[in-house]
Nanobody, 129 residues
C-alpha cells in the first residue's frame, strides 16, 4: 500500500508559476512510475505528466508530457525524499483543475488513469486571467 499526499496548489495569475509536490508513504517509492493527472469541472481526468522509475530497463527516469503542457511543465522525482514534483510555468486559465498524483507499480509510465494503482486526494490549481 502507498499513500500519496499532494501539496502546493493555489490561486495564481495567468503567466505565473506553481510547484506541486507529492509525498509518498509506504512501499518502495523508487520502484514506481509516477504520474500527474488533472480534472477540471465537468471533464474527464486527463494525463499531464509522468516519470519512470530510474531503473535502466524502464528507460531510467524518462519523462513524458501531454502536448498541452509540453515546454511549460516539468516533472521530477527525489527518491531520497519519496517525493515527486510538478513545476508549472506560464500557467494559463485552461490549466485550472484539481491535480492528482498517482503511482504505478510497474516502472514504466502509461498515460491513462486506469493504469495507476494509487492516488492522492488532489490539490486545486486555479489560474485567473
Amino acid at each position: 500500500q502507498v499513500q500519496l499526499v499532494e501539496s502546493g496548489g493555489g490561486l495564481v495569475q495567468a503567466g505565473g508559476s506553481l510547484r506541486l509536490s507529492c509525498a509518498a508513504h509506504g512501499r518502495t517509492f523508487s520502484n514506481y512510475a509516477m504520474g500527474w493527472f488533472r480534472q477540471a469541472p465537468g471533464k474527464e481526468r486527463e494525463f499531464v505528466a509522468a516519470i519512470n522509475t530510474a531503473a535502466i530497463n524502464y528507460s531510467g527516469g524518462s519523462t513524458y508530457y501531454a502536448d498541452s503542457v509540453k515546454g511549460r511543465f516539468t516533472i521530477s522525482r527525489d527518491n531520497a525524499k519519496n517525493t515527486v514534483y510538478l513545476r508549472m510555468n506560464s500557467l494559463k486559465p485552461e490549466d485550472t483543475a484539481v491535480y492528482y498524483c498517482a503511482a504505478r507499480q510497474v516502472g514504466h509510465y502509461v498515460d491513462y488513469a486506469g493504469g495507476y494503482d494509487y492516488w492522492g486526494q488532489g490539490t486545486q490549481v486555479t489560474v485567473s486571467s
